[in-house]
């Protein structure tokens, strides 16, 4: 009944920038808080960026002052501005999301299915 779908990957220079976006669809009440995440290719997916549903947002360090989340409460979307791209920004990035459907008064988390990020030499 909720989706994510996560679009703006793509193929990237070094320094470059991309924008990533996640939209949520469906039966959907609310969105709580919502996350990046991102998993390189043989590694366990980690935590890149979180923002609230009040808009607070904090990131890891490796990519502060880089990244920037945000979202649009109106769209059930959120973005990850991401500049001054490394090589080791390469992986696959993942939207996770606390929604509660609606009609319903639980949270359920949700994932979508990725976008990827690669760069080219």
């Known amino acids: 009944q909720v989706q994510l779908v996560e679009s703006g990957g793509g193929l990237v220079q070094p320094g470059g920038s991309l924008r990533l976006s996640c939209a949520a669809s469906?039966?959907?009440?609310?969105?709580?808080?919502v996350a990046w995440y991102r998993q390189a290719p043989g590694k366990q997916r980690d935590l890149v960026a979180t923002i609230t549903r009040g808009g607070t947002t904090n990131y890891v360090d490796s990519v502060k002052g880089r990244f920037s989340i945000s979202r649009d409460n109106a769209k059930n979307t959120v973005y990850l501005q991401m500049n001054s791209l490394k090589p080791e920004d390469t992986a696959d990035y993942y939207c996770?999301?606390?929604?509660?459907?609606?009609?319903?008064?639980?949270?359920?988390?949700?994932w979508g299915r990725g976008t990827q990020v690669t760069f080219s030499s």
């Open positions: 469906g039966s959907i009440g609310s969105i709580n808080s």
């Open positions: 996770n999301a606390n929604i509660r459907t609606s009609g319903s008064p639980y949270y359920s988390t949700y």
